[in-house]
């Protein structure tokens, strides 16, 4: 089952200035940045709070061109929520149980994600219009979680 809210994704035009902006209205603290080439995006997850099972964090995501899922929300929809994130002990068992209930899966295997964790995401518009991602953080804690 799900353990957590890992991280909320916000999708928008400038990393830097988004950054400054949860770093000085929030006091939140840059735990790291990462260009994944793969997912079309430049982020920086910025840590909140930590729980019984595991951290939590804001996923600032700057696209690397428009034609990236990124890119194409900004022109869409403009900035503003992209996705959450919800910890999973085990994401390929999570993706099997959750793929055999008709829920679009937009990765049938697990990819690589922030701070070494394995992602895969589920399609918006099988869950309510929200783009949700499940998240197995790297066991090593040295990668952050
Ligand atoms: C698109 N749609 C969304 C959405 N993005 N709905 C809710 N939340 C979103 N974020 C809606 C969109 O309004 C359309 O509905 C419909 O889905 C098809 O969208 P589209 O404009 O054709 O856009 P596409 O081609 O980008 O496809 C959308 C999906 C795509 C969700 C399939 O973006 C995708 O595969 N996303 C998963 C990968 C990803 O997002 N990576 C970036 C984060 P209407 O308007 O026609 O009704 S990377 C990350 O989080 C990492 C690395 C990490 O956490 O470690
Ligand atoms: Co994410």
């Known amino acids: 089952g799900l ?6 994704g916000i999708a928008c035009h400038d990393l ?4 400054a902006f949860y770093e000085s209205t ?8 990462e260009v994944n080439e793969a997912q079309g995006v430049k982020e920086a997850m910025l840590h909140v709070a930590d ?7 804001v996923q600032l995501l700057e696209p ?7 890119g194409r ?3 869409k929809r403009g900035e503003g929520v992209h996705h959450v994130g919800y910890g999973v002990d085990d994401v390929a068992a999570a993706l099997e149980a959750i793929g055999a209930k008709h829920v679009r899966l937009l990765d049938e295997r697990p990819r690589h994600g922030s ?5 895969a995401f589920l399609h918006p518009k099988d ?3 929200v783009l949700t991602e499940l998240v197995q953080a790297a066991k090593d804690p040295r990668q952050g979680r």
Not at 26 to 33: Q, T, Y
């Open 127 to 129: 869950v309510g219009g």
């Open 73 to 75: 929300f900004l022109a």
């Open 51 to 57: 729980g019984p099972a595991g951290s939590s964090y």
């Open 115 to 119: 701070m070494g964790a394995s992602i």
């Open 3 to 8: 353990t957590r809210i890992d991280h909320v």
């Open 16 to 19: 830097e200035e988004k950054i």
């Open 64 to 70: 690397l061109g428009p034609d990236t899922p990124v």
């Open 26 to 33: 929030f006091g939140l603290v840059v735990a790291s940045r």
